[in-house]
């Protein structure tokens, strides 16, 4: 007695190919589009981690390192199309660390920042010498004192070089302010405002409404 299996008929092969072929594509499709991760970077799995720094600070590799002449390194930003920032920090102060470890440690915030600023890092507690804007020299929380630093994360971005008062400490040649931490959103959003001016004529927080009214309207998730 001939046991052996018949063959299946040739339409149902045809079908079970064609349920394999477009599983397959699908499949591929899928892999390629990255709806696995594979597409768009994470924040939790393409963090940009800072450096710490001797003197107990967090920075970024790109942070200035200068002879602290703030004129020079304002013309310097100037040079590269960019615009002047400070940052003031402390050691142990843990909202300067998530300035680091949450903000500036997603890609698009760093690349931006980078991209668009000078950024020069102060220690509030420093002894490094400092020229200030008027040419006075003094220490980092000497300088801090002067300017009416009392708590960080504090920003302080500078006007443009053919703005600068003539005789005036940095104090009287800020653009904008950034006091205390932002979070990512409002963060980024304050280097926008200042690198597009658009403190000329509009304030921060309206600038926020609108541009996140604007980004939800076009269908993306707002974290604020």
Known sequence: MDKSIEPLPQAIMNTWKKILSGTLLFLGLVLSAGVFGQ????????????????????KQAWFLDSFLELRDDLAEAKSEGKRFVIFWEQ????????????????????????????VLQLNLWGDRQVTDFDGEV?????????????????????????????????????????????????FMRMFEYVYDRHYDGLHF????????????????????
């Open 39 to 58: 597409g768009t970077p994470e924040r939790t799995t393409d963090k940009i981690l800072p450096i710490m720094g001797d003197d107990g600070l967090y």
């Open 91 to 118: 050691k142990g102060c843990p909202y300067c660390k998530k300035v680091h470890t949450v903000n500036l440690a997603i890609p698009e915030i760093n690349r931006y920042v980078a991209g668009h600023f000078t």
């Open 138 to 186: 003094l220490a980092e929380k000497d300088l801090a004192r002067k300017w009416g630093v009392v708590f960080t994360p504090t920003l302080h971005f500078f006007v443009e070089e053919h703005e600068l008062k003539a005789g005036e400490s940095g104090r009287g040649q800020w653009a904008a302010t950034m006091p205390g931490y932002f979070r990512p959103f409002h």
């Open 205 to 224: 927080q309206k600038y926020v409404t609108e541009t996140a009214e604007r980004m939800r309207a076009g269908g993306q998730e707002i974290d604020m």
